[in-house]
């Protein structure tokens, strides 16, 4: 796999508000938050644009609305902004998709020459999943570590019930096996992206 000095990374709602089992449920993959950091880092340690997005519900109730604690970026995240040499943006949405935020998030990976980038993030098969394909569908190359992702347990309709890891593993096969992105795992991005 060959990573463009110019590929971005998309951190997409890493926020307290995750946090919260009591209003999510049952989440998966611990891991999720080491591997988003590692990809922080290895972008920010080889200069490559970094796009942090927040989501501001607008849902009464959600923990992720405006002027809750939730609404924050997680610590580990929010430690690391600021702190690459390459260009970096914060997005703000009120829906799945990173591409209908504001500023313009299409327009900012055009601005910095990213024809690649990279999903991480929260929820896997929801807004990470969301701007994956929309990011295929824009003719963009896109990636997605499955392992610096996480979601949660859902149920949908008929009393129909899948697990979280059941969800990132639909969420994987579509993109992957539709053409929308190639998933990885953070272990080989960060090698990737060392090559230089």
Same mark, same amino acid.
């Given at each position: 796999?060959?990573?463009?000095?110019?590929?971005?990374?998309?951190?997409?709602?890493?926020?307290?508000?995750?946090?919260?089992?009591?209003?999510?449920?049952?989440?998966?993959?611990?891991?999720?938050?080491?591997?988003?950091?590692?990809?922080?880092?290895?972008?920010?340690?080889?200069?490559?644009?970094?796009?942090?997005?927040?989501?501001?519900?607008?849902?009464?109730?959600?923990?992720?609305?405006?002027?809750?604690?939730?609404?924050?970026?997680?610590?580990?995240?929010?430690?690391?902004?600021?702190?690459?040499?390459?260009?970096?943006?914060?997005?703000?949405?009120?829906?799945?998709?990173?591409?209908?935020?504001?500023?313009?998030?299409?327009?900012?990976?055009?601005?910095?020459?990213?024809?690649?980038?990279?999903?991480?993030?929260?929820?896997?098969?929801?807004?990470?999943?969301?701007?994956?394909?929309?990011?295929?569908?824009?003719?963009?190359?896109?990636?997605?570590?499955?392992?610096?992702?996480?979601?949660?347990?859902?149920? *949908?309709? /008929?009393?129909?019930?899948? $697990?979280?890891? +059941? @969800?990132?593993? =639909?969420? #994987? !096969?579509?993109?992957?096996? *539709?053409? /929308?992105?190639?998933?990885? $795992?953070?272990? +080989? @991005?960060?090698? =990737?992206? #060392? !090559?230089?």
């Amino acid at each position: 796999m060959e990573i463009s000095q110019s590929a971005a990374l998309v951190v997409v709602d890493v926020q307290k508000g995750f946090d919260e089992e009591s209003f999510w449920g049952r989440r998966n993959n611990p891991a999720a938050e080491e591997n988003i950091t590692a990809l922080i880092d290895a972008w920010q340690a080889t200069g490559r644009p970094v796009a942090f997005v927040r989501h501001d519900s607008p849902k009464p109730g959600s923990p992720l609305r405006p002027g809750q604690a939730g609404n924050d970026f997680k610590d580990a995240v929010e430690q690391r902004r600021g702190k690459g040499g390459g260009p970096e943006v914060l997005v703000t949405k009120t829906v799945n998709s990173a591409f209908y935020g504001t500023p313009d998030l299409r327009e900012w990976l055009d601005a910095v020459g990213a024809r690649q980038f990279v999903v991480v993030g929260i929820q896997t098969n929801m807004c990470a999943e969301t701007t994956a394909r929309m990011g295929g569908n824009l003719g963009y190359e896109v990636y997605f570590p499955l392992d610096a992702t996480h979601t949660f347990d859902l149920v *949908g309709p /008929f009393g129909w019930r899948q $697990t979280a890891e +059941e @969800l990132a593993r =639909a969420t #994987a !096969v579509s993109l992957h096996g *539709g053409g /929308f992105a190639r998933v990885v $795992t953070t272990r +080989e @991005l960060v090698a =990737a992206a #060392a !090559v230089r």
